[in-house]
């Protein structure tokens, strides 16, 4: 009978099980990180955030699943169970992604707009007072 300590370490193990099974895996078949980032098509610091469970050095949530999907299968194992183990653990509920906005280009845009206006404005006067 499992008890909740039980259940709390099983879960713990399962937010460690993703970075240890890659890089176990990926050791079992004689691959450097570097052999597997250029199979991959990827930096080698996102193999070795990925083993190290560091998905705060990845990106946003959506390549960090992309990311480890793409290893796991590579590596033949279960890519949806990692996943699976991804969405539970800690670190992926606490992650906080910045994505700058349209709107915030849209404001600098507007404010170089009228910058470039005020000073082809200022010109205009200045030569205009000068030939007066």
């Known amino acids: 009978m499992r008890t909740h300590g039980d ?6 193990q399962g937010e460690l099980f993703i970075g240890a099974s890659l890089k176990k895996a990926r050791e079992s078949k004689k691959l450097s990180v570097e052999d597997v980032a250029k ?5 080698p610091s996102i193999v070795v955030a990925l083993e190290e469970e560091a998905f705060d050095k990845i990106g946003p949530v959506v390549y960090i699943k992309g990311h480890l ?5 590579f590596l033949e194992l279960p890519p949806e169970e990692m996943l699976k183990i991804l969405s539970r653990s800690e670190q ?10 349209i709107a915030d280009h849209m404001i600098a845009l507007k404010i170089i ?3 470039s206006a005020f000073i082809l404005v200022i ?3 200045g030569i205009y007072i000068s030939h007066h």
């Open 69 to 73: 999907k793409n290893y796991a299968t």
């Open 123 to 125: 010109t205009i006067v």
């Open 113 to 115: 707009s009228y910058a």
């Open 39 to 43: 199979e991959l098509y990827v930096a």
């Open 7 to 12: 259940n709390y370490l099983a879960a713990r």
């Open 92 to 101: 992926m509920k606490e992650q906080k992604i910045v994505v700058t906005g």
